[in-house]
């Protein structure tokens, strides 16, 4: 099956620094990548649609200005959260669509922020 | 943008019994379901897809049912075990393929 792997698995960080989570599709090609937040025992939210060769799409609510997304090639997907604070730590997860339009959900990464 | 509601929040049951987990969504124009399975900590693992046209979806114990009309969706596992504590997600789609998810239903099954 499809599969997706991010890195790093867990960062901390000083409050004010900024943090690149990358996402992976490593057997197959992905034009559309998705970037989810979950908060301690709650579900996954859906930040952003990362799309290859073009602008991400946030959701409400999301800024783009502090989660800044980048589609470089079909296999990579970058979201970088720029001056993280405390209320940024969060599990971040990213998902690809494949060819079948079925979502691959890569492994996540624990963002602690100090 | 879909609404998802997973019934119940958390679930404890001692090994051996059957466990029906329940997922409902708002627009019924779906063209899929997924159910996940997540450990806690970890990403994502894909369970089952059901299709539109499907009305279920089997993998060894488990089982997921669709009914669109109704907006519902249950997951049956069977003859449960220690190792299938863990959160079950379900999910639908919405706009362009994005995921709506459920907030989940915590599965606790008792040696």
């Known amino acids: 099956g499809a599969v997706v792997s991010q890195h790093p698995s867990r960062v901390i960080c000083k409050s004010g620094t900024s943090v690149k989570i990358e996402c992976r599709s490593l057997?197959?090609?992905?034009?559309?990548m998705f970037w989810y937040r979950q908060f301690p025992k709650q579900s996954l939210m859906l930040m952003a649609t990362?799309?290859?060769?073009?602008?991400?799409?946030?959701e409400q609510g999301v800024e783009k200005d502090k989660f800044l997304i980048n589609h470089a090639s079909l296999t990579l997907s970058t979201l970088t959260v720029t001056s993280a604070h405390p209320e940024d730590s969060s599990f971040y997860i990213c998902?690809?669509?494949?060819?079948?339009?079925?979502?691959?959900f890569g492994p996540g990464t624990r963002l602690t922020v100090l | 943008k879909q609404e998802v509601t997973q019934i119940p929040a958390a679930l404890s049951v001692p090994e051996g019994e059957n466990l029906v987990l329940n997922c409902s969504f708002t627009?019924?124009?779906?063209?899929?379901l997924q159910w996940f399975r997540q450990d806690p900590g970890k990403g994502l693992t894909s369970l089952l897809l059901?299709?539109?046209?499907?009305r279920e979806q089997t993998s060894g114990r488990l089982n997921a049912s669709l009914d669109k009309s109704s907006g519902r969706s249950t997951l049956y596992i069977a003859a449960s075990q220690p190792g299938d504590s863990a959160t079950y997600l379900c999910?639908?789609?919405?706009?362009?393929?994005?995921?709506?998810f459920g907030a989940g239903t915590t599965v606790t099954v008792r040696a």
């Open positions: 990362s799309n290859e060769g073009s602008k991400a799409t946030y």
């Open positions: 998902s690809a669509r494949d060819n079948l339009d079925v979502s691959s």
């Open positions: 627009d019924s124009a779906i063209y899929n």
């Open positions: 059901i299709q539109s046209s499907q």
């Open positions: 999910a639908v789609p919405w706009g362009d393929y994005k995921l709506s």
């Open positions: 057997d197959f090609q992905a034009t559309t």
